[in-house]
C-alpha cells in the first residue's frame, strides 16, 4: 500500500526538500503552500496524513486553523505540526488541537521525518487492527461484510440492503473516518443519481440497521460534504 501524506509548508524550498525526503521513502506527496488551497484539496479527497506548518504565509496561525478544519472532516485522520514555532505553548495547543505529533524544523532533519511518519503508520495499523479488509470482506467492530455473498451483519444479525445500497455502505466501511462525497458514493454503486437520490439511500440504509439495533449511529452525515462511516 501506497500511503499518501498532505504537506502544507509555504516555504518552497523546504517544501520541496521535505517532499523529496519523503518520495524516497515511497512516499505519495501532494504539497500545498496556503491554508485555503489545502482546505481545497481536502474537500475533494483526504490523504493519509497530513503535514502542517503553523505559520502559512501573512496567516500566523494558519496551521492551526487548518487542523481544526480537518478535524472537522475526519477525526482519525494523523496530523503532525513541522514547524518553526517551539514554545511549550505552542505544542500545547497544537496536541490540544488533535495532531498526532508537533516537530520543530530546527531539531527535525531530512532523514528523521521519514523516519518518524512511517513509525506513526505503524501505529495506526495497530490502532487500526479491529477494522479488517481482506480482499472480499469487511470486518469493523459489529459490522461484517462478505462481498462475495453480498452479504452484511450487523452483531450477526443479517442486514438486507439492495446491490447499490451494498456498494455504498462498502465505500463507506472501506475507509472508517474518511468523509466520501457524493461522487465517489455514484462511483462505489456505478449509478449516475443526484444528490438527493444518494441522500435516500443513505436514510434507508441508516433505518435497516436500527431495525435490528435502534442505537446504530455509525453512518455519519458531513454537511456540504458527503458521509463517513464513524469508528
Known amino acids: 500500500m501506497t500511503y499518501q501524506i498532505a ?16 518520495q524516497r521513502e515511497g512516499y505519495e506527496i501532494t504539497t500545498h503552500a496556503s491554508r485555503e488551497e489545502a482546505m ?3 474537500s475533494e479527497n483526504l490523504p493519509d496524513l497530513a503535514i502542517l506548518d503553523v505559520m502559512l504565509g501573512d496567516d500566523m496561525e494558519g496551521g492551526f486553523t ?7 472532516l475526519s477525526p482519525t485522520i494523523p496530523i503532525i505540526f513541522l514547524t518553526a514555532r517551539n514554545s511549550d505553548l505552542d505544542r500545547v495547543s ?11 524544523k530546527d531539531t527535525t532533519t531530512l532523514d528523521f521525518l521519514p523516519a518518524r511518519i512511517t513509525a506513526l503508520f505503524r501505529t495506526m ?17 459489529a459490522l461484517r461484510i462478505d462481498e462475495d455473498r453480498k452479504e452484511v451483519r450487523w452483531h450477526e444479525h443479517l442486514i438486507s440492503l439492495t446491490l447499490t445500497e451494498f456498494w455504498i455502505l462498502c ?3 472501506k475507509r472508517p473516518g474518511h ?29 435497516k440497521f436500527r431495525a435490528v439495533d435502534p442505537a446504530f449511529n455509525a453512518i455519519c452525515s458531513e454537511y456540504g460534504m458527503g458521509y463517513r462511516w464513524k469508528d
Open 179 to 207: 468523509v466520501k462525497n457524493h461522487d465517489q458514493l455514484m462511483d462505489a454503486a456505478q449509478v449516475v443519481v443526484t444528490n438527493n437520490a444518494i441522500a435516500a439511500h443513505i436514510r434507508r440504509i441508516r433505518d
Open 66 to 72: 487548518l487542523c481544526l478544519q480537518l478535524r472537522a
Open 125 to 141: 495499523e495497530v490502532l487500526r487492527s479491529s477494522t479488517v479488509v481482506h480482499e472480499n470482506s469487511i470486518e469493523h467492530g
Open 94 to 104: 497544537g496536541l490540544r488541537l488533535g495532531a498526532w505529533d508537533y516537530l520543530t
Open 7 to 22: 504537506l502544507v509548508e509555504d516555504d518552497a524550498r523546504l517544501q520541496a526538500n521535505y517532499a523529496q525526503a519523503l
Open 40 to 42: 481545497a484539496a481536502f
Open 171 to 173: 465505500s463507506l466501511a
